[in-house]
């Protein structure tokens, strides 16, 4: 019998976890009803989580500072959370500057892009108005 070569192992570096990225959102953004596709993106999803689960530290930094990591870690821009989020580019600068808390709508959807729980980003912080936010 010959054994066939694992498509996906767990995660041992930096690279290989931001090539399982990749790969999962290439494969989300098929979206198709392919049983097979389904069982690569929770498999990709569950090595993803494990990962974070070890080598991140989210509980460090608060929701603001964690959205700037997510984003430098995924090479994006703050235009880019426009359209993610499908919010103006005023209300992505006010949360990034401290000015406004996140909604629960912008939470749910930052938990489901960047794959972190929302609790993540659902704490309290301090706004520049002096004002605790949650």
Same mark, same amino acid.
């Given at each position: 019998m *010959? =054994? %066939? &070569? =694992?498509?996906?192992? *767990?995660?041992?570096n930096k690279s290989q976890y931001y090539a399982y990225c990749d790969a999962l959102e290439q494969l989300v953004d098929m979206a198709s009803k392919d049983r097979n596709q389904k069982d690569e993106i929770e498999l990709l999803t569950l090595l993803i989580e494990k990962w974070d689960a070890v080598h991140n530290s989210f509980s460090d930094l608060d929701p603001v500072? @964690? +959205?700037?990591? @997510?984003?430098?870690?995924? %090479? +994006? &821009?703050? &235009?880019? +959370? *426009?359209?993610? +989020?499908?919010?103006?580019?005023?209300y992505v600068s006010d949360i990034l500057n401290y000015k406004k808390g996140f909604s629960k709508e912008v939470i749910r959807k930052l938990s489901a892009h960047f794959k972190v729980s929302q609790e993540a980003f659902n704490r309290r912080y301090d706004l520049k108005t002096g004002v605790s936010e949650k």
């Open positions: *010959v =054994m %066939q &070569k =694992m498509k996906y192992t *767990v995660i041992k500072q @964690l +959205l700037r990591s @997510l984003i430098d870690d995924h %090479q +994006l &821009k703050a &235009k880019d +959370l *426009v359209e993610i +989020l499908g919010i103006s580019k005023g």
